[in-house]
Nanobody, 130 residues
């Protein structure tokens, strides 16, 4: 079963930075499109960013464009979400999940912020407050 673990959350002041990490046990993430999602209290879970299996291809929600960066480590074992210029509205529990990876051509895939399984880990709490 595809089981992912999130880490790296914490409490920061507005304008601060955090780097979240998503790892998997027993297999590599390199062959999967991975997405980050978040859920704030009283709100529905929303997609934040995803990275496809094509190197350099990623998508971002409008609310985080220019502030968040998703990446993979060279070994393909970890997917990171670098979050800069954090705002109070970024406060949420953040989750990672395998997402849809759409083949566009023989060497291009694009990720879509739709999880392929309705199964979520414990997430990692991000709190942005002064």
């Amino acid at each position: 079963q595809l089981q992912l673990v999130e880490s790296g959350g914490g409490s920061v002041q507005p304008g601060g930075s955090l780097r979240l990490a998503c790892t998997a046990s027993g297999f590599t993430l390199a062959s999967r499109a991975i997405g980050w999602f978040r859920q704030a209290p009283g709100k529905e879970r929303e997609g934040v960013s995803c990275i496809s299996t094509t190197i350099g291809r990623s998508n971002y929600a409008d609310a985080v464009k220019g502030r968040f960066t998703i990446s993979r480590d060279s070994a393909g074992n970890t997917v990171y979400l670098q979050m800069n210029s954090l705002k109070p509205e970024d406060t949420a529990v953040y989750y990672c999940a395998a997402v849809q990876n759409i083949p566009i051509s023989s060497d291009l895939t694009l990720c879509v912020l739709k999880p392929i399984l309705d199964s979520w880990g414990q997430g990692t709490q991000v709190t942005v407050s002064s």
